[in-house]
């Protein structure tokens, strides 16, 4: 958790927090740099989860509606960026569920790539199918921690579970995805996964 909650931050920039309890108070302003500060964040929580480029920007911008849509029911009593996962987590809930009834009748769409981009797409796709095979909470625990960056104590939040639990749940996580892509024709998730600690 921030040290900084309820004040400036190092930059001199205002808080999350700030910025949103402005925007409850009418602050278009507030909202807009909101908008900038987690754009790109909101995209990559969707964008890992669903692997639809286009349904993923329709997806953050569903969340920031929600969030405008919340301005006068907001109350400080969580970090912001916690506030918002909760409401990202409940949009890709709603889509998950329409998703599958979708699938019933037409099936998935397939995921065309780029060519060029293969090896690094391959590498994706084993860290991606590894993760796939974690257990749902293990999975959005280790998911919250290593790409969005949360604290222990906002995923418990998120999440409501203990801090404890998070911490052994990610531990395992991670010990389950190196055993997982220890095989040799799992190489370049390897690779990715590796990568992907050194930022932990």
Known sequence: MRENEGRQDSQGQETDEQLMAAFARGSTDAFNTLFVRYKQPLFGFF?????????????????FLALFKAQGRYEATALFRTYLYAIAMKILRTYRRKATFRAMFWGAPSQDKEPAARMEIDAEIALREAVGKLDRVAREILMLREYEELSYVEIAALLRIPVNTVRSRLFRARMALREMLAAPAAGAGQREFSKMEGRA
């Open 47 to 63: 964008w890992r989860r669903i692997a639809d480029r286009s349904q993923a920007e329709e997806l953050t911008q569903e969340t």
